[in-house]
């Protein structure tokens, strides 16, 4: 300000200009729940979503069923594989319209597209349908993983990455980034600042699957794992904070 002797510092700006926001199902459930969407938590992400929103990312949100039903869970108690597999993509779908009508409240357009035809709730997948939503600004809640069994919504998320050029996949989880253990059962698990995607594969790193984790190296798509429990995550990231695990090609190990 003129007269004071002070220098006015420009607040940074985000580093990411499209993101996919990978959310498993399980985020939904909240601290109490073991089941079903806990709608203060999904009011919650909405709220983080709409920060970074606000800051005029486009934000594209790939979602899980893991809350309502894991397909290869299922599998193992006796269901067929593949009907186990589109069961878990309807609950992903469940979860895209709660995620939906939180953001709506919040005054944020939103749409969501499925992997699955259901025209009364869900527009198609047509990446440049979803990437015309996002350069409008419209949040994109993309549903049913891929459409077809035998693939994780984690490899949903690396492929839609690509698919919409996205520049970054953030990994929300119940931690702050990649151990070197389960920090829940292990103490002495350390957190690793910066991985390579050949360092996740050969460290047998629980990230992503392999099939999810090699589309990313493919397409040079970088990954940060995070918190998402953490107040403010989403948009530490996009700032260009260090928090979480980054993964690339430049990983230093540590």
């Given amino acids: ?17 499209r993101i996919i926001l990978k959310l ?5 459930l909240g601290h109490q729940s073991t089941f079903g969407i806990h709608h203060g938590t999904v009011r919650r992400i909405a709220q983080e979503i709409g ?8 934000v594209a949100v790939v979602i899980g069923g893991g809350n309502i ?14 009907a186990a597999d589109y069961m878990g993509m309807l609950a992903t779908v469940i979860n895209a319209l709660a995620l939906r009508d939180a953001l709506e409240r919040l005054d944020l357009q939103t749409r969501v597209q499925s992997a699955i035809a259901m025209q009364q709730v ?22 049913a993983g891929t459409g077809n069994p035998f ?11 690509a698919e919409i050029g996205a520049d970054v996949l953030l990994k929300a989880t119940k931690v702050d980034g990649i151990y070197t253990a389960d920090p ?23 990230v992503m699957d392999n099939t999810a984790l090699t589309l990313c190296m493919d397409n040079g798509m970088p990954i940060i794992v995070f918190n998402l429990l953490a107040e403010g995550s989403i948009e530490r990231v996009v700032l260009g904070e260090d928090i ?8 230093e190990g540590s």
């Fill in 1 to 17: 300000m003129a007269g004071t002797g002070l220098v006015e510092t420009e607040e940074p700006g985000p580093i990411y200009s």
């Fill in 24 to 28: 498993s199902g399980e985020a939904l």
């Fill in 51 to 58: 920060k970074v929103h606000a800051r005029g990312v486009e």
């Fill in 69 to 82: 039903v894991r397909g290869v869970q299922a599998s193992t108690e006796g269901l067929d594989r593949v």
């Fill in 122 to 143: 869900a527009e198609p997948f047509i990446p440049r349908r979803a990437i015309r939503h996002l350069e409008k600004g419209r949040v994109v809640i993309l549903a």
């Fill in 151 to 161: 693939f994780t919504t984690d490899t949903t998320a690396a492929l839609r990455a």
């Fill in 184 to 206: 829940l059962k292990d103490p002495a698990a350390t957190r690793l600042h910066h991985l390579s995607y050949m360092d996740v594969l050969n460290r047998h790193l629980e």
């Fill in 244 to 251: 979480g695990t980054r993964v690339d090609f430049q990983g």
